[in-house]
């Protein structure tokens, strides 16, 4: 089975310029979180989606959004982009809302120049 | 504020020797988690400890867990160069968010 899988791998963006990330999660799940790891540190939880729904959000600004589609993938949006959004971002995938192993895919790199 | 410590942080070690990773969190949680994360790549999921006092092993790595001292431990032995990475513990709870330590960069000198 293939596990979680993200796109673009890597994507260079300008300031003020808005992106859109993907993630597929792995086949059976129906739970999305999304990470942001800026180079040097941990991961920080953004957002979670179960069910199409959102169940839960991190401290982050509302120039970042995110949904789930009816087949369990998601996409993150981030508005207006500044130097600091450059980071690593991960998706993972888990079957349940709660109290269930994450599954990592491969993130993608987002350079904001 | 929800945190979750590592140390040290940064850790230089001879191949054959041993070393423990400390990781102390905030909350009650009775659920914590190890990753592996070689540079530039994703995540891997090491071990999931589930409740007091679980400990799991694979290889040279051990992980335990102490709920009544919010503390967790991965415990290298015998190093090898290819356990060179930056190992994550992160705690998770009744929810999927995930609260990610500061992470402990490992360098197996030969």
């Known amino acids: 089975d293939a596990g979680v899988t993200q796109s673009p791998t890597h994507l260079i963006k300008t300031r003020g310029q808005h992106v859109t990330l993907r993630c597929s999660p792995i086949?059976?799940?129906?739970?999305v979180s999304w990470y942001q790891q800026v180079l040097g540190q941990g991961p920080q939880f953004i957002f979670q989606y179960y069910e199409k729904e959102e169940r839960g959000r991190g401290n982050f600004p509302d120039r970042f959004s995110a949904r789930q589609f009816p087949n369990y993938s998601s996409e993150l949006n981030v508005n207006a982009l500044l130097l600091g959004d450059s980071a690593l971002y991960l998706c993972?995938?888990?079957?349940?809302?709660?109290?269930?192993?994450?599954?990592f895919g491969p993130g993608t790199r987002l350079t904001v120049l | 504020e929800l945190k979750v410590e590592q140390n040290p942080l940064f850790l230089s070690m001879q191949e054959g020797k041993n070393y423990t990773i400390y990781c102390n969190y905030s909350t009650t949680s009775d659920r914590l988690y190890w990753y592996r994360q070689d540079p530039g790549k994703s995540l891997e999921s090491l071990f999931v400890l589930l409740s007091n006092g679980a400990v799991k092993q694979e290889g040279r790595l051990m992980a335990s867990l102490d709920t009544k001292a919010r503390l967790s431990t991965l415990h290298i032995t015998a190093a090898v160069h290819d356990l060179s990475a930056t190992y994550f513990c992160?705690?998770?709870?009744?929810?999927?968010?995930?609260?990610f330590g500061t992470g402990t960069l490992l360098a197996v000198q030969p």
């Open positions: 993972a995938s888990s079957f349940r809302e709660s109290y269930n192993e994450q599954f």
């Open positions: 086949s059976g799940h129906k739970s």
């Open positions: 992160a705690e998770g709870g009744a929810t999927n968010k995930l609260i």
